[in-house]
Structures are given as C-alpha cells and as structure tokens.
C-alpha cells in the first residue's frame, strides 16, 4: 500500500495548527517521542517533521509529497510546487517598516534606501513591479534591529501585532502581502498518491466547512414561519417541527458563522424564542 508523505514544520507557529488540522481529519499521529517521521496507524500518510524553509525544496524534489507552511515561504522559495488549498491559521501581514521618527509619505520614500529583510525575493518582486529601485540587505532574522545598528534605512518582515517594532522604535508604513498556512503538492504524484491526497482533501473540506458554520435550533410562533424561513437558507432548507404547544414550531438548520449574529437579531425581532446555537463536529456537503 502507498503512503502519502506529508511535511509538517517540526517547532514553530505552524507545528500545533498542522497536527491538530490532521487530528480534526480522523488521522492519528503519534507525537510522544522525538522522532522525525511517522506513520499514521489508521490513515496511508506519513508525517516528516521538518524546517519551513525546507519543505519547498523536499516538496518539489518529491521527498516529501505534500506539505503545509506559510504562503510567504512558499513565494520566497519560489520553487515549482503546486499550492493547493489556504488552510485559514498562521494568518500575518509582511510589512515595511521605518525609524518612527521619520516622515513617511509614499512608497518614494523607499526609493534608493536599503531595506533589511529574510525576504528578499518577496521584497524585490514587490519594488520592481512598482518601478521603485531599492537595494536589499539580506538576512537571517532579528531584522527589526537593522535600523536602530545603522545597518538599513528600512525593514521588511512577517508583523502580527506590531509591538516587536515599537519596541525597536520602528513604525509600520505599508502592507506588502498577507499570508496564511497552504498545502502545497509535488507537480508529479502518481493515481494512488493523487486518491489519497483526495481523500485527505475531502476531509480537509469537511473539518473546514465545520468550523465556519453553526448549527441553530429555535421555536418560531407559526404566524412568523415565513419570514423567519426565509432568514435561515440551511443547506437545503430548515427542518420545521411542530412543538407540543399550539401555534408554534422548532426550526433547525445551519447558518455560516460570518452572518450570524445578524441572523440572531432578525430572529429575535420576528418572535423566535429559545435560540439554541451549536458546534458542528464535521460537516459534508
Ligand atoms: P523554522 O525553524 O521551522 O524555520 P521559523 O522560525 O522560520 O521556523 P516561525 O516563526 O515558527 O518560523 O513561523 C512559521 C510561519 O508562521 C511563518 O513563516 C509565517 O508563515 C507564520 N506566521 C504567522 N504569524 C507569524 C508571526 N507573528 N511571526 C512570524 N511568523 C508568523
Ligand atoms: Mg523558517
């Protein structure tokens, strides 16, 4: 039997998120000892725990078959991969970044100034397409101190919050890119690698789709039925039961997370009582 060979990053921001998106998947892995491979005992996949920065290179070399890092490691590495899926964690912002003193107007700011980066393939593809010439310093990380060292005029890198640079007594200026966490694929799996990674992606979907939808039970006066059904689409359409109380009945459906509470206003200004919101474990459509 064939197994899929998935790369995870070994310890970093990405480890907890790709094991826990493998254990929501039903697959098994175990993590006790310290080993750099295993075997899932109930999936046909096989974890390597590795460094981000080389799992696009084992990925396009086929040492690994698919794997999951950020999408600013996938760009940066640039290697012949196919992405195939954002995975919604490990979301960040790569921004440019100057002593906060400093004036800051446009992206001319940037123009003939060095910027300090771990990025910069990234970094130059973004000036060139912007015709603004600017010489790249690169390196390997604490790249918020370059500034304040004498080092670079400027940064780029990975924000979150911000409070690294305020700390180094820098100020954020632009937003280059957003990225999150993808799968990327070798360009070259074989049918029975392929059916796996299928199965792996239907499952992928469903744990998904789980988290961005709500399961909603609630008792509606009869007389309202209409207009409350028509707030609730489900995903064909709500289950209506008649409660033991004339005049009422109890609708139940699913609703996305994202309209939710706009939903929840409307139902309670049409008369629905005992609203009842709930997890949805797994979801296939
Ligand atoms: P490795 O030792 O595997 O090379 P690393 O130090 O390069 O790890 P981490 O800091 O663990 O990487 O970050 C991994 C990924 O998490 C980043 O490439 C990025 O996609 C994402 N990420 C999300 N938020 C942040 C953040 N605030 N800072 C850094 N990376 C972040
Ligand atoms: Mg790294």
Request: net charge negative.
């Amino acid at each position: 039997m064939n197994t899929l060979k998935i790369a995870i990053q070994k310890s970093g921001r990405l480890s907890e998120k790709s094991l826990e998106l493998l254990k929501d998947c039903g697959i098994k892995i175990s993590t006790s000892n310290r080993k750099l491979r295993t075997e899932s005992p109930n999936f046909p996949i096989e974890v390597l725990f590795l460094r981000d920065d080389d799992i696009p290179q084992y990925v396009e070399q086929g040492v690994a078959d698919i794997g999951i890092l950020g999408e600013n490691e996938v760009w940066e590495k640039d290697k012949n991969v196919t992405q195939i899926r954002q995975l919604g964690f490990a979301n960040c912002k790569m921004c440019l970044a100057i002593p906060k003193d400093e004036e800051y107007t446009d992206l001319s700011f940037f123009k003939n100034k060095k910027i300090a980066t771990s990025y910069p393939k990234i970094l130059s593809n973004f000036f060139q397409k912007k015709g603004i010439n600017v010489k790249i310093e690169e390196i390997g990380g604490s790249v918020e101190i370059a500034p304040s060292i004498g080092l670079a005029n400027a940064i780029f890198d990975i924000v979150s919050t911000g409070s690294t640079l305020l700390t180094n007594g820098l100020k954020q200026v632009e937003t280059v890119v957003e990225s999150q966490a993808v799968l990327v694929a070798n360009q070259n799996l074989d049918e029975q690698k392929k059916a796996i990674l299928n199965r792996l992606l239907f499952r992928i979907e469903a744990v998904k789709q789980s988290f961005e939808n709500k399961y909603i039970l609630l008792n509606a006066p009869n007389e309202k039925l209409e207009e409350i059904i028509a707030l609730l689409p489900g995903m064909k359409s709500p289950t209506v039961l008649p409660l033991a109380q004339e005049g009422w009945s109890s609708i139940h459906t699913v609703i996305k997370e994202d309209t939710f509470w706009d939903i929840i206003e409307q139902l309670k200004a049409f008369g629905a009582e005992g609203i009842l919101v709930l997890e949805i474990e797994k979801m296939i459509l």
